[in-house]
């Protein structure tokens, strides 16, 4: 067994649950919004919530090298692919909030009461 590839899918996995903390984090922000953008924060959550527990089991079969090389390879081709598209959801969510709180920041410094929706 490759002890490279075992550190590399650790790394990899931790990476995950952080950017998948990160997406959270931004999903709760979201929850003073809109009720159609609650449900769909509400979704991700519980989506997440067995995701973290699928790479937590995952993570903890990875340190128990009992797996073959092409298995440490998959896992760590999966965290690498799962990492990237958290990290981008993350940082689009976070760019889309910053522009809403900025949004409703504009108008209340103009004394516009802003509606509840989002920004068309």
């Known amino acids: ?6 550190l590399a899918a650790v790394g990899a996995a931790d990476l995950c649950l952080k950017y998948g903390k990160e997406l959270i984090d931004a999903c709760r922000a979201y929850k003073s919004a809109a009720d159609d953008i609650r449900d769909k924060a509400l979704i991700i959550e519980a989506i997440w919530s067995r995701t973290s527990i699928q790479i937590e089991f995952a993570q903890r079969i990875i340190k128990t090298q009992a797996l073959s090389d092409h298995h440490y390879q998959i896992h760590l081709d999966v965290f690498e692919t799962l990492k990237a598209k958290l990290a981008t959801a993350a940082r ?12 409703i920041s504009a108008f209340s410094m103009l004394g516009t009461k802003v509606a509840s929706s989002s920004p068309q």
């Open 1 to 6: 067994m490759s002890a490279e590839l075992i």
């Open 92 to 103: 689009k969510l976070g760019s889309v909030i910053y522009i809403y709180i900025t949004y």
